[in-house]
């Protein structure tokens, strides 16, 4: 039988040993973990044109993504109202590096609407052709999802999507980012119809019925799959301004 | 109360490897198999098992938490006040566990995105509690890191065993190495191939109650082909 004070002081020295431990290696690998997590999301923005990049995708290095990313893309961090940041004045924000790259649009979608940025990214295939693309922040069932949505330079046509998502269910509304061929259908849909009228992309439960401005939505996982649809009509709305300007 | 630690020998008997160490990591990989005989850890089992990847990513995670585990609540027995010895134990899982989660962050970023919240969940991994309350408690750390080390390795290879038949008929694909399916990219292409033309890819196999009947079946085959395993009663 131990005495009350012995417990206290093993409990005590336990705690301090693992807190040093656990305090030490956590910021040891700070920085590793922060460029993993910078070129992940790189890899992501990338996985929005996936069908328009001059290599395979799925076989696509972390090398390659920094080499796409220091040549072939563009990065600008646009205010509401369409007109760009400086670097200065994104790195003001708190956004160390100060290009879109770095910009949390998690921690911009608890800002008040107006006083958001956004990030936007050109890639400019090797051919010459321009693919501009977008950012947004929903919710799905359990807690944020968000995407990158790749805009063809017709600036309506969408040339592809990667959503990702913090706590979906796997096999359900994780299907939003593991379905690559429910990814894929977002491919050639449009958000502006033929007058100029912003439509959005819209994902219909029971199957798409206009092809042009809808998609198939995922038995199970309605609730995620109408998060895409509000995350989009909401948050591609945003880079109108933009769009209209170019 | 009385005290529930096991006493020890007079004589420390000198660190070797015979018969009865050989069997500490042999019992867990067949006639006490975690996963197929004491059914512990199933939860994990279905949730990693989707591809091989992931499978021996986490199987190694798992060895090195249940050997890590061990030896270190092994090497403080006598220290452990028996009264607060399962947060103790708790402790001791959760900081190993936090340390192969910080190693994946840095190390292994894809398979940490992948495998996510289940890495923490080895905390709650049954097989590494109960080794540790069994085990561990009782025994020197050589002995509890052999035990950890075959209780780890026979989950990890019930792991490894689903994840091959739920990757190979699910996705066609072993290790994402893509083998049969539609599309050019596959070794054996079933759009092209004459002897394999009928075969489609099984969905099912990728959701998680395929896990269950995979695991169900392994049971029943195991018990089949081990005698030891079969109930009388």
Known sequence: MHSTRSIVIFVLIMTTVVSLLLAFLSSAWAQRSKDNALLYAKKATLGAVSQHLDMDYASINNDQVDDIFSNQVEQKVLRMDGTELTKEEVEALGYAGGQAENVDILKEMKKPESE???PLFI???KSGDKFYILSATGKGLW??????????SDLRTLAGVSFDHKAETPGLGAEIKDNKTWVKQFTGTKIYDEQGNYTSVYVRKGGAKDPDYEVDGISGATITANGVSEMLKRGLKYYEPYLKSI | MAETQVLEKKVATPISFGKKERALITDPLNDNNPITVQVLGICSALAVTTGMKNAAVMAVAVVFVCVGSNVITSALRKAIPSQVRMIVQLVIIATLVTVVELTLKAYAFESYKQLSVFIGLIITNCIVMGRLEAFAMANRPYESALDGL???????????????FRELLGKGELFGMKLIGAGDIYAINTETSDIFGWYVSNGLMVQFPSAMFVIAVLIWAHRAWNPKLVDIS
């Open chain 2, 150 to 164: 075959g209780n780890g390795i026979g989950y990890g290879i019930i792991l490894l065993i689903v994840a091959f």
């Open chain 1, 116 to 118: 958001r940025v956004l």
């Open chain 1, 143 to 152: 807690d944020v999802i968000w995407g990158c949505v790749a805009v063809e």
């Open chain 1, 123 to 125: 890639y400019k295939k």
